[in-house]
């Protein structure tokens, strides 16, 4: 397990792959209107169900982008194995799948005067990884400016952490939680 001082890299769960999935789903529908947003996903929904949902690629090419995604590195016939056949399949078997090989980053618990602050500690784990890419976060606090987007990769941040529009960070709980293809940090605020 990889740590450091705000942040804590931990093994994925099924239910943690599942709840990134509902969040992945949930933000689609708000874009793309090939979504279907009445679907509630479960771990025993079906594969064709969820690929209906989402609009989603095929299975080789659905499995190539969850690898990608999720950071792992599963084989074609693996993928094919929980995927297909699509009207047999459940997310269960993709969720056990992702969680055996990915890793989620948790945020360590900050005291800050005798007081536990959850915003505080993923403000400075967010920092970190900021810096963990090369990014200079010297002039990084809250409520100023971020370094310029183009600097910022996705797989640094999601929309729940950053306002895009005005560049500022948020800890509002109104904000929409992280994409769940992108695992980021901001996602275990809500876990």
Same mark, same amino acid.
């Given at each position: 397990?990889n740590?450091?001082?705000?942040?804590?890299?931990?093994?994925a769960t099924?239910d943690y792959?599942l709840?990134v999935?509902r969040?992945?789903h949930r933000?689609?529908?708000?874009f793309d209107?090939?979504?279907?947003p009445d679907?509630?996903?479960?771990?025993?929904?079906t594969i064709?169900?969820?690929r209906?949902?989402?609009?989603?690629l095929?299975?080789?090419?659905l499995?190539r982008a969850?690898n990608e995604s999720w950071?792992i590195?599963?084989?074609d /016939?693996e993928w094919?194995?929980? =995927?297909?056949?699509?009207?047999? *399949? %459940? +997310?269960?078997? @993709?969720?056990?799948l992702i969680?055996?090989?990915a890793?989620?980053?948790?945020i360590r618990?900050?005291e800050?005067?005798?007081t536990?602050c959850?915003?505080?500690?993923?403000?400075?784990?967010?920092k970190d990884?900021?810096?963990?890419?090369?990014i200079?976060?010297t002039?990084?606090?809250?409520?100023?400016?971020?370094?310029?987007?183009?600097d910022?990769?996705?797989k640094?941040?999601c929309t729940q952490c950053?306002d895009?529009?005005?560049g500022?960070?948020? /800890?509002?709980k109104s904000?929409? =939680?992280?994409?769940?293809?992108? *695992? %980021? +940090?901001?996602? @275990?605020l809500?876990?």
């Amino acid at each position: 397990m990889n740590d450091n001082s705000y942040s804590m890299t931990t093994r994925a769960t099924s239910d943690y792959v599942l709840a990134v999935l509902r969040d992945e789903h949930r933000q689609a529908t708000q874009f793309d209107f090939a979504c279907d947003p009445d679907i509630a996903l479960s771990l025993d929904c079906t594969i064709a169900d969820w690929r209906a949902a989402m609009d989603l690629l095929p299975a080789r090419e659905l499995g190539r982008a969850l690898n990608e995604s999720w950071g792992i590195n599963v084989s074609d /016939t693996e993928w094919r194995s929980v =995927l297909a056949p699509a009207r047999n *399949k %459940t +997310l269960r078997g @993709v969720a056990k799948l992702i969680a055996k090989k990915a890793t989620r980053t948790q945020i360590r618990p900050l005291e800050i005067a005798g007081t536990r602050c959850r915003p505080a500690a993923a403000f400075l784990a967010i920092k970190d990884r900021l810096a963990a890419e090369d990014i200079d976060v010297t002039s990084v606090a809250p409520r100023r400016r971020l370094p310029s987007s183009r600097d910022i990769t996705r797989k640094c941040f999601c929309t729940q952490c950053l306002d895009w529009r005005q560049g500022r960070f948020q /800890t509002s709980k109104s904000m929409p =939680l992280c994409s769940g293809l992108l *695992k %980021t +940090l901001a996602f @275990v605020l809500v876990c």
